[in-house]
T-cell receptor, first 112, second 113 residues
Framework: AQSVTQLDSQVPVFEEAPVELRCNYSSSVSVYLFWYVQYPNQGLQLLLKYLSGSTLVKGINGFEAEFNKSQTSFHLRKPSVHISDTAEYFCAVSEDDYKLSFGAGTTVTVRA | KAGVTQTPRYLIKTRGQQVTLSCSPISGHRSVSWYQQTPGQGLQFLFEYFSETQRNKGNFPGRFSGRQFSNSRSEMNVSTLELGDSALYLC????????????FGPGTRLTVT
């Protein structure tokens, strides 16, 4: 069974600064990897996903993530954040192709 | 295309009651999955339906059930509500059930008092 660990529960960051959200997973098989964002009182929106191929994945809103198989990590980065990036971010994995297993989430607060 | 819709958006129920939540998938999608989101347990998979059949089920008690209709709309039911059932219930649709093609709705916020 897989598990997902998001290493930071809260990340405060200033506007226009870079941000990195860390995600590690444990699984004995190949997995699909995802990052979702959740704004207050809304559902989950997919930022990006890794299925196979290039380990650097680019997503929406300027986000990117890098898959590192040896370190079983899938960290999310954005070079310059905006106030509108304030939200909760979830890392997720899927090893059985039908369900997602989520991390506990990281709350990003962007300050002016 | 319209996105996934969930009704109602907010619901307040009393312990011991039952509740039914509804999810309408994106047009053409045949799979609907349900997730529960709570502050303590996070996001957890409940079950997945495809073509009116439950294909996969998470680790939840039998009080949680669901069904899917021929138009792919899905309902989930929780009987004998407990305080711990207070949560955001999210539904996700996909064309054929693959995890990498799931699109989430806005959720139903259930409060049990």
């Amino acid at each position: 069974a897989q598990s997902v660990t998001q290493l930071d529960s809260q990340v405060p960051v200033f506007e226009e600064a870079p941000v990195e959200l860390r995600c590690n997973y444990s699984s004995s098989v190949s997995v699909y990897l995802f990052w979702y964002v959740q704004y207050p009182n809304q559902g989950l929106q997919l930022l990006l996903k890794y299925l196979s191929g290039s380990t650097l994945v680019k997503g929406i809103n300027g986000f990117e993530a890098e898959f590192n198989k040896s370190q079983t990590s899938f960290h999310l980065r954005k070079p310059s954040v905006h106030i509108s990036d304030t939200a909760e971010y979830f890392c997720a994995v899927s090893e059985d192709d039908y369900k997602l297993s989520f991390g506990a989430g990281t709350t990003v607060t962007v300050r002016a | 295309k319209a996105g996934v819709t969930q009704t109602p958006r907010y619901l307040i129920k009393t312990r011991g009651q039952q509740v039914t939540l509804s999810c309408s998938p994106i047009s053409g999608h045949r799979s609907v999955s349900w997730y529960q989101q709570t502050p303590g347990q996070g996001l957890q998979f409940l079950f997945e339906y495809f073509s009116e059949t439950q294909r996969n089920k998470g680790n939840f008690p039998g009080r949680f059930s669901g069904r899917q209709f021929s138009n792919s709309r899905s309902e989930m039911n929780v009987s004998t509500l407990e305080l711990g059932d207070s949560a955001l219930y999210l539904c996700a649709s996909s064309p054929s059930g693959q995890s990498y093609e799931q699109y989430f709705g806005p959720g139903t916020r259930l409060t049990v008092t």
